[in-house]
Every structure is written in C-alpha cells, then in structure tokens.
C-alpha cells in the first residue's frame, strides 16, 4: 500500500502562472486603483471572474499579516458583490461564528442597519467621497468610480492617510503575487 502522490512544485508554478497570465489578459483593459506614492510591497490580493471577464480585482499594499499599514483596494464590476459588506461579514464572523440560519440572518440584519460614516479620500488628486464603516481593527469604504465599485480596506493606516491612483503599471503586482502565492 503506497501513500498519497506527493505534488509537484513544478506543477504548482505552471498553474500559477497560467492564472498570472490570464488575469494579466483580463485586467488589462481593467480600472484598477491602487495608493498613490506606495513604494512598499505591493501584490494582487484577490480576483474574481465570470462569464469571462473580470468581475473583482484586488490590489494589496503592504505585508498581511504584518506589523505596518495594510491597504487592499478592491475594483468590481458595478452590479458585482458588495466587498464592503462582505469584508464586515467577515470580521463579525470571526467575533461571533454563525452557528445556524437564524444567526446568519440575524447578523445579515445587524450588518445591513449600520449607516455609514463619511470620508473623503483623493482618487487621482479629487476629493471623493466614500461611506465608511469602521471596524475594531480597521475601517472599509466604498464608492462608485467610472461605473465600477471601489473598495478600500484598511488596518494600521487612516483614511486621511490615504491616496488612491489609476494603476497602470501591473509589474510591481506580479512580482508580489509570485513573493505571495495565493493562501499565503
């Protein structure tokens, strides 16, 4: 009786750059944001696809987990998932687990019956307005730019700390994503 087939890293990193390479086809035509005047290290954090397209792209600043400033700014399509709501999902989940329906329901009814606060945060050097809810360790804003959700999720760092450009120069965010493999 043999033991479950070890993988192989090599197949790991052909898939990996399959996926790389697609996204980078995808998101070209993309509007990613990412921190104006960044120079620390930078990664995609997530994406989404459907139908064929790009429905969710992410852009991480910063290391996560990590003592510094974290800052992932998440683009979606205008009808796509609210990340806002689902990043607070995700923190009140992990404060209380959801152990049945009703809890799921009743959590859901809480979520949706915070208001949000009001920041502005430049997006290409213009004061722009976001509804922001703040978390115990961090804050989430949203907002609608060119059609398209934006989304920035932040901990270690505040709003006012905060600049947001067009990024058009994907290479730095390659190079992280290969530093930080998914699940890393």
Known sequence: MTGPAVPDPRQFQVRAAMELEQLHTLAAGFPLHGLANWTGSR???CWHTRDGGLETA???HGAH?????YVDVLV????GPDQALERRREVRYATEPPRD???FRRIDRELLAVQPDEVVIPVEGAPTRFSVWWLPEGWVATTVLGGHRCTVSASRIGPDDVELCRVHDLKPY???RRIFPPGS
Do not use: C, K
């Not at 987990?65 to 400033?69: I, N, S």
């Not at 979606?76 to 009808?79: D, E, H, I, P, T």
């Open 76 to 79: 979606s399509a205008a009808v």
């Open 65 to 69: 987990p990590g003592p510094g400033p």
């Open 174 to 176: 390659w190079d992280g």
């Open 101 to 103: 329906e009703e809890t």
């Open 58 to 60: 992410g852009l991480g």
């Open 43 to 45: 990664q995609f954090s």
